[in-house]
Nanobody
């Protein structure tokens, strides 16, 4: 099993910044293998992939957040981060951390939720104009 716990969400004005964290643990978890990702789901919309990072530290982003969001990980702390800058009202959503233990998600054309088998409970981000 893998447990993922997100933190760091909150309310911020447009143009502001937040940093999300995701603490990973569990008997099946090997932090430096596979891929980790951040997803978000706005009310009434489908869940979308925001950013992902693989074993080697390579990253990929949704076009909507490129240049504003940065995904990173601290292997020693088993923690995944999402630094979010220049936030916009359209970034308002529940943000989820997810793990793909086998790493196959990296080869999908987009960051797809179906490729990730483990999920956290989410942390809410609200951006006001």
């Amino acid at each position: 099993q893998v447990q993922l716990v997100e933190s760091g969400g909150g309310s911020v004005q447009a143009g502001g910044s937040l940093r999300l964290s995701c603490q990973a643990s569990g008997s099946a978890y090997r932090y430096n293998s596979g891929c980790m990702g951040w997803f978000r789901q706005a009310q009434g919309k489908e869940r979308e992939g925001v950013a992902a990072i693989n074993t080697y530290g390579s990253t990929r982003y949704a076009d909507s957040v490129k240049g504003r969001f940065t995904i990173s990980k601290d292997n020693a702390k088993n923690t995944l981060y999402l630094e979010m800058n220049s936030l916009k009202p359209e970034d308002t959503a529940m943000y989820y951390c997810a793990a793909d233990l086998m790493g196959g998600s990296w080869y999908s054309p987009t960051i797809r939720s179906a490729d990730f088998g483990y999920w956290g409970q989410g942390t809410q981000v609200t951006v006001s104009s």
